[in-house]
């Protein structure tokens, strides 16, 4: 809720700016503002998620995929997230945020998004992120058709690097339908005690 004036520029201010192909990387300048800013004066890390969500929204939205997936109900909601950090933007530091579709598996979206200043890496991330319709998840065969639908080309190869496949098997909680409970091994309690 807190970057909802702002995602409504962002996605405003899209519909103005040149379509953009879903495969290639997306650029998003933006500032720093007080809002991302902690008490350290540099982009709180935490941040750093909401506003790699502007730049999702902005891809989907010049690549004229957000309209016909609202149109089918389908809301974009992320599963994963992996974040590593070089250097701090501080107030009112100009960026960009560049967002590139890196593929799919049999459920998931993935992206790798990227705070660049003057063509220097600061952040970058990698997102695993679904759209789920009111009766579940879409699949991703789904969203392959839509995308041809809106007039885009579908790659043959969406494989996931090796590297993101791990991390997502990795760090995966359970299903929601399966139970995950909240008990810490054994041998982390021996620690302390």
Not at 39 to 65: C, E, K, P, T, W
Not at 73 to 88: K, L
Not at 157 to 162: A, F, H, I, N
Not at 170 to 193: G, M, Y
Request: proline share 7%; aromatic share 8%.
């Amino acid at each position: 809720m807190h970057l909802l004036f702002r995602t409504l520029l962002v996605l405003g201010l899209a519909r103005r700016r040149p379509l953009v192909n879903p495969w290639e990387p997306s650029v998003l300048t933006m500032r720093a503002l007080p809002t991302d800013i902690d008490v350290a004066m540099h982009i709180n890390n935490g941040q750093y998620f909401s506003l790699f969500d502007l730049g999702r929204f902005d891809l989907m939205q010049r690549a004229g995929l957000l309209g016909p997936i609202r149109k089918r109900g389908w809301t974009p909601v992320v599963q994963a997230e992996q974040i590593a950090f070089r250097r701090s933007v501080t107030l009112l530091q100009k960026f960009e945020i560049h967002t590139l579709f890196l593929g799919v598996d049999e459920k998931t979206l993935y992206f790798e998004q990227r705070v660049v200043i003057d063509d220097e890496i600061y952040v970058r991330a990698y997102m695993a992120t679904r759209l789920r319709a009111a009766e579940g998840p879409v699949p991703v065969a789904e969203i392959m058709n839509l995308i041809r639908e809106c007039g885009w080309d579908v790659p043959q190869d969406l494989e996931v690097p090796e590297h993101i496949r791990r991390w997502r098997e990795e760090t995966a909680l359970p299903s929601s339908r399966r139970p995950a409970p909240n008990r810490w091994a054994q041998r982390i309690l021996d620690r302390v005690v």
